[in-house]
């Protein structure tokens, strides 16, 4: 985390059932947590989007504050996020979440 100047970073693998991706490992301000499970059907969450679209998902400016993933108080004020689909061939295994206080992190 020191090396990416990262408030928490999370990695998220889908379920066996293929209906929500679940917080494997979790750090935030040198903490583990973890995350509730996500709903693969969401439409609001940036962490489904990447699996979903198999694309890294950027969010976040500067100045601007941005709701993350986790239910945290140190997540509240997360103001850079940076969501990336873990694939293996054609198949989205997860996604690895960075997040960042500063802006324009990533």
């Not at 059932?17 to 947590?33: I, N, S, T």
């Not at 969401?42 to 500067?62: F, L």
């Not at 004020?77 to 940076?82: I, W, Y």
Request: aromatic residues 4%; positive net charge; charged residues 15%.
């Amino acid at each position: 985390q020191l090396l990416l100047g990262t408030q928490s970073m999370a990695v998220y693998a889908v379920d066996d059932a293929q209906q929500h991706l679940c917080c494997l490992h979790g750090v935030e301000a040198g903490k583990p947590f973890s995350d509730p499970p996500i709903s693969l059907d969401s439409s609001t969450s940036s962490i489904v989007k990447a699996w979903r679209e198999r694309r890294e998902v950027a969010v976040g400016m500067a100045g601007a504050l941005v709701a993350a993933p986790a239910a945290s108080a140190a997540n509240a004020a997360q103001r850079s996020m940076l969501f990336a689909p873990m694939v293996l061939g054609s198949r989205a295994l997860g996604v690895l979440a960075v997040m960042s206080n500063r802006g324009h992190r990533f």
